[in-house]
């Protein structure tokens, strides 16, 4: 199993570009979500989905959108983006359960110049 | 957004040696997990707590959860070199309701354990 994917690994925007960010995971996780982790920072959620074709809002939505048309897959949108967005960018999905621990990918390192 | 919020922010220590890390939340919680981060790669679970235990062993890890403090601390006996790492205490602060899962993360403390 390759459990949480994220593509691309890293990535440089020039401001105003869009861009998305794609999250796989194979273990068949009913929940999934998209971090942000900034430098001294813990990580903050953006958005979550609790399962296909359901997606809300997290701490740090602004200026993001998201999307999970297929259940392994969820997405993460810049439309414009901004160098308030440079970043590292997890991934992370869990069982849908009381006791949840959630499986993290590698991330992505984006930077808005 | 409750927070929660790690001391010490930097540890380093010689290998052999205990590794204590806390962390402090300010509502209530349905359980607090523990990650681990190594440099430039994915968050890592290390162990849960649930509400209604105080203490937790898992290999040469001990994690205490103190609810009427809000705190918890996080144990790692005889350290390692390998051991080095960002750790980060993460909350489930449904309390009752449904949060979907959704954790808040400290800020971390990062551990060097040097040969």
């Known amino acids: 199993n390759a459990g949480v994917t994220q593509t691309p690994k890293f990535r440089v925007l020039k401001t105003g570009q869009s861009m998305t960010l794609l999250c796989a995971q194979d273990m068949n996780h009913e929940y999934m979500y998209w971090y942000r982790q900034d430098p001294g920072m813990g990580l903050r959620l953006i958005h979550y989905s609790v399962g296909e074709g359901t997606t809300a809002k997290g701490e740090v939505p602004d200026g993001y959108n998201v999307s999970r048309l297929k259940k392994q897959n969820f997405l993460l949108g810049l439309e414009s983006a901004a160098p308030s967005q440079t970043s590292v960018y997890f991934c992370?999905?869990?069982?849908?359960?009381?006791?949840?621990?959630?499986?993290f990918g590698p991330g992505t390192r984006l930077t808005v110049l | 957004s409750q927070q929660g919020e790690e001391d010490p922010q930097a540890l380093s220590i010689q290998e052999g040696e205990n590794a204590t890390m806390n962390c402090s939340y300010k509502?209530?919680?349905?359980?607090l997990q523990w990650y681990r981060q190594n440099s430039g790669r994915g968050l890592v679970h290390l162990i849960l707590i649930r509400s209604n235990e105080r203490e937790k062993h898992s290999g040469r890890l001990r994690v205490t959860l103190d609810t009427s403090k809000k705190s918890s601390s996080l144990l790692i006996t005889a350290s390692r070199a390998a051991d080095t790492a960002s750790y980060f205490c993460a909350t489930d602060d449904r309390a009752g309701g449904t949060s979907y899962g959704k954790l808040t993360f400290g800020q971390g403390t990062i551990l060097t354990v040097h040969p």
């Open positions: 992370a999905s869990s069982y849908l359960n009381y006791y949840n621990e959630q499986f």
């Open positions: 509502t209530s919680i349905n359980n």
